[in-house]
């Protein structure tokens, strides 16, 4: 199967209390690029400036990201600038200029049209629906949104969750876009509007999923250094999203073992600044790290009770 | 095995967004006797007054747990008066009366001092090496404790840390008790000092467990009613010791076991007031709900990978 991204790439200048970076490799679509492209080939849709670092257009196509679909123009990379505190859940953004993401208008060259997998990350909602209406045939639709297009363009989102199997938010915008402070009943009331399933991300504390019939909990990896959480949900929706294409099962199982793979890949992610833990990640530490998730969360499988 | 508590019997007004409950059933010993007598005979050690009603001890004495340590002194019994907010994660104490407590000397029964399986709750840690000294052989103990006698009585408590095997403490204990921000590193501060295990509950994040090799991680059960928080960390630890001493498997896979019998137990918790729900469960109830955490957490036993 083929697997489509569209979303941002950016250059992050980014402060946490372990150090700083400055106009790094950053943006959704590059960590969710970086993190699939160890399950899969990805087809990336973005825009960039003519400021954009050869380097890193060379960095995403050592890792066989398909770049048709990136558009260069004139004028200047997006830049997002943030900060973290100890508390490293959540990040203060201190300046976003939007550049060329402010013309940006996808659209997907004739090789892309057939992708039977798409992840619309985080961008304003009229794009996520116009992304869609240039796909054939799509057999799974994923998205992430955020707080700003929740308040700004709620109609044209439930558009766009209407269109989407399955949703993969944060918390607080659970709580937000279902005006509910229950996560249970939020995520009810999210799934009648359309989603087949939704997948509620908790940073330090994990990941819940919830279909009509089950939930589904999984720990997040307890980790003594995290440096950068910088791209966690990005990575995280990456490694589901790429596992699910190369596994191709889309059943319930499927789909749970795509969240801890998802988890794996977030869990690398922020042992460093930027993408340089994601960037030098080999398949087998991939795997022994999904085993340790086994070894973290089991608790019948050791003896009959 | 046995099963011996020592800790506070309470009269508890408690407010929440959805009620208010004046002058129930409380105490960190009651709520975890309850939640243990769903697996084991507990005997209780702990102090009330003359104004504690009838019908109360009548209540423990059909759970079948011993009040031969129970205390009944001149005076009135310790009372406790908090609120929780939308967020029901933490409480907050409006007015304590300790009562009766201030004069709370713990002395055990002869026929408690044979007990196997001991847990200290949330008391001075001077009168918790008190009732450690009384007992002559333990099997296993496990403690609790509080910001109030981190801060205030550090030497005391870091000399009962010594003599238990299993520390049961929130997230916000063990970061204080370690003087350190992140959990995983916090948790090996607290290990190097003595106890062999330590449980790190956080509420509706659920429950990490550490010991010198191993990390478990268990989710808290996803519920769209919480009523009352009051009293699930204790109900944690009942449905913890209560299955251990039950088992009498004290190996990893049982302790994981039994931290999953002890999130089984607060769920069922904070469904109502006090001790509304606890007070009228089935063991198959219990066991029905240890089964669901095994759907909510598997991904691998589905399938192979």
Redesign the interface.
């Known amino acids: 199967m083929s697997l489509l991204v569209v979303g941002t790439v950016a250059l992050d200048s980014v402060k946490t209390p372990f150090g700083e970076a400055r106009d790094v490799l950053g943006g959704s679509a590059t960590y969710f690029a970086t993190a699939a492209s160890y399950f899969t080939r990805v087809r990336l849709v973005a825009v960039v400036g003519r400021d954009f670092p050869e380097e890193h257009l060379r960095f995403l196509k050592t890792k066989e990201i398909d770049l048709a679909g990136l558009q260069i123009l004139e004028g200047q990379t997006f830049r997002w600038r943030g900060e973290y505190g100890?508390q490293l859940n959540e990040a203060r953004t201190l300046e976003t200029r939007l550049n060329v993401l402010e013309r940006f208008l996808p659209i997907l060259p004739a090789s892309y049209r057939g992708s039977e997998m798409i992840f619309l990350g985080n961008i304003d909602p009229v794009l996520q629906q116009e992304v869609l209406s240039q796909v054939e045939k799509p057999r799974l639709v994923a998205c992430d949104t955020m707080n700003f297009w929740i308040e700004g363009k709620r109609d044209e989102l439930e558009r766009t969750l209407k269109q989407v199997d399955i949703v993969i938010i944060n918390d607080g915008e659970a709580r937000e876009l279902a005006d509910e402070?229950?996560?249970?009943?939020a995520a009810?009331k999210i799934l009648s509007n359309g989603p087949k399933t939704l997948i509620i991300k908790?940073g330090e504390?994990?990941v819940?999923m919830f279909n009509e019939k089950?939930?589904?909990?999984?720990?997040a990896y307890?980790?003594?250094?995290?440096f950068d959480p910088t791209g966690a949900g990005d990575s995280f929706a990456g490694g589901f999203m790429g596992y699910l294409t190369q596994s191709g099962d889309l059943s319930?199982?499927g789909i749970?073992?795509a969240?801890?793979f998802g988890s794996v890949m977030a869990s690398f992610n922020v042992e460093s600044f930027s993408l340089d833990r994601l960037r030098r990640l080999t398949r087998r530490e991939i795997d022994d790290r999904?085993r340790e998730?086994?070894?973290?969360?089991?608790?019948?499988?050791?003896?009959a009770?």
Do not use: C, M, Q, W
């Not at 402070?181 to 009943?185: C, S």
């Not at 998730?293 to 003896?303: Q, Y």
């Open positions: 100890f402070a229950n996560l249970v009943t009810k908790r504390y994990g819940l089950t939930a589904f909990a999984a720990p307890p980790l003594e250094a995290v319930e199982a749970r073992r969240v801890i999904y998730f086994g070894r973290l969360t089991s608790f019948e499988d050791l003896k009770i």
